[in-house]
Structures are given as structure tokens and as C-alpha cells.
């Protein structure tokens, strides 16, 4: 069982399909048990696709670290 970190930080890889097969596989699973990371994946989806509107270009890494400190702060984390 991955934990709610490790999630966050392969979910940009997990988005562009860059994950390999098993740790996708780890993600999709994590994501079956964890309402918290759902609406994470959720919520940074809509980050990236508002950015991508509003700019035409990538997500800038400083929005993806704000959003995974946001995540971070939310003290989710300290329950695994
Ligand atoms: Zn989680």
C-alpha cells in the first residue's frame, strides 16, 4: 500500500500516463480506498486544465509545489 505522499508526488506522472504499469496500478488502488486523494486528483486536474486555458502553456512548477504544500498542510498526511 502506497502512501497519500508517494501519490502526490507520482501524480503528474500518473496524468500523463508516465507511471509504469504496477505503480499506476498502486495509484488506482490507493485512489479506491482514499476519498482525500480522489479530490486532490481531482482538484489538481482542474488546476492543470484552467492553466493550460488560461496560459497555453505548462502547469508552472511553483502552482503543482502549492497545491502538494496545500495538500500537505491539510493534515492528511498524518494519518497514514
Ligand atoms: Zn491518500
Do not use: K
Not at 505503480?23 to 486536474?45: K, T
Request: include cysteine; hydrophobic fraction near 35%; proline fraction near 5%.
Amino acid at each position: 500500500m502506497i502512501t497519500c505522499q508517494e501519490v502526490s508526488d507520482w501524480l503528474l506522472d500518473y496524468l500523463s500516463g508516465e507511471l509504469s504499469e504496477n505503480d499506476r496500478r498502486a495509484v488506482d488502488h490507493h485512489l479506491g480506498s482514499c476519498p482525500a486523494c480522489v479530490s486532490f486528483v481531482h482538484s489538481y486536474r482542474m488546476t492543470i486544465s484552467l492553466s493550460r486555458r488560461l496560459a497555453a502553456q505548462p502547469t508552472p512548477p511553483e502552482l503543482i509545489e502549492r497545491i502538494q504544500v496545500r495538500f500537505t498542510q491539510a493534515g492528511h498526511l498524518g494519518r497514514m
